[in-house]
């Protein structure tokens, strides 16, 4: 069975620019989760899909967005970025709120 | 205000002993708890986890102990080998059914 797979791996962008990021979760896992993490902050609770529908957000501004597909692929984009959005981007899945599998994550660098 | 806290950001200890990694919650509503390992540049990945209605769990080499009076749990790995240097995560279910973590404690093991 394929583990979460998120893309792009890394990727660097310009202050003012917009990110998109995918993540694919496990085959039937519809519940898709997307953290941040950076130094020395550990992971924070971006937001929650479930049957393409947000359920669940954390305390982040409205630049973080994010949508689920219906074959529960998820997205998740930052808009007019910042230098303090540098971070590792984890996506994880579960079947529904059971155990969470983390991907691989996305590096993002602002410049 | 953090609900689970790893105040040790870093621990090392010499290959054979025992690593013992702390986490300290707020919440006394928290009746789950898990800890994560993450190597860099991977997702974190599920470690062993404890219920509330019980003090402790063991699974191989690494056992974790509950203290719900003093809202405190901790991991034991023993031995410690050197592919157990990681960052170690502690979490807990939040109420919106995500996961709040702790900052992670990085183990060294040194051969």
């Given at each position: 069975k394929a583990g979460v797979t998120q893309t792009p791996r890394y990727l660097i962008k310009t202050r003012g620019q917009q990110v998109t990021l995918s993540c694919s979760p496990i085959s039937g896992h519809r519940s898709v989760s997307w953290y941040q993490q950076t130094p020395g902050q550990g992971l924070q609770f971006l937001f929650e899909y479930f049957s393409e529908t947000q359920r669940n957000k954390g305390?982040?501004?409205?630049r973080f967005s994010g949508r689920q597909f219906s074959n529960s692929r998820s997205e998740m984009n930052v808009s007019?970025?910042?230098?303090?959005?540098s971070a590792l981007y984890l996506c994880a899945s579960s079947f529904n709120r059971g155990r969470v599998y983390f991907g691989e994550g996305s590096w993002l660098t602002v410049v | 205000d953090q609900q689970v806290k790893q105040n040790s950001p870093s621990l090392s200890v010499q290959e054979g002993r025992i690593s013992i990694l702390n986490c300290d919650y707020t919440?006394?509503?928290?009746d789950y708890f898990l800890w994560y390992k993450k190597y860099p540049a991977e997702g974190p990945t599920f470690l062993i986890s404890i219920s509330s209605i019980k003090d402790k769990n063991e699974d191989g080499r690494f056992t974790v102990f509950l203290n719900k009076s003093a809202k405190h749990l901790s991991l034991h790995i023993v031995?410690?080998?050197?592919?157990?240097?990681a960052v170690y995560f502690c979490a807990a279910p939040g109420s919106q059914g995500n996961l709040i973590f702790g900052k992670g404690t990085k183990l060294s093991v040194k051969p």
């Amino acid at each position: 069975k394929a583990g979460v797979t998120q893309t792009p791996r890394y990727l660097i962008k310009t202050r003012g620019q917009q990110v998109t990021l995918s993540c694919s979760p496990i085959s039937g896992h519809r519940s898709v989760s997307w953290y941040q993490q950076t130094p020395g902050q550990g992971l924070q609770f971006l937001f929650e899909y479930f049957s393409e529908t947000q359920r669940n957000k954390g305390n982040f501004p409205g630049r973080f967005s994010g949508r689920q597909f219906s074959n529960s692929r998820s997205e998740m984009n930052v808009s007019t970025l910042e230098l303090g959005d540098s971070a590792l981007y984890l996506c994880a899945s579960s079947f529904n709120r059971g155990r969470v599998y983390f991907g691989e994550g996305s590096w993002l660098t602002v410049v | 205000d953090q609900q689970v806290k790893q105040n040790s950001p870093s621990l090392s200890v010499q290959e054979g002993r025992i690593s013992i990694l702390n986490c300290d919650y707020t919440n006394s509503m928290f009746d789950y708890f898990l800890w994560y390992k993450k190597y860099p540049a991977e997702g974190p990945t599920f470690l062993i986890s404890i219920s509330s209605i019980k003090d402790k769990n063991e699974d191989g080499r690494f056992t974790v102990f509950l203290n719900k009076s003093a809202k405190h749990l901790s991991l034991h790995i023993v031995p410690s080998q050197p592919g157990d240097s990681a960052v170690y995560f502690c979490a807990a279910p939040g109420s919106q059914g995500n996961l709040i973590f702790g900052k992670g404690t990085k183990l060294s093991v040194k051969p």
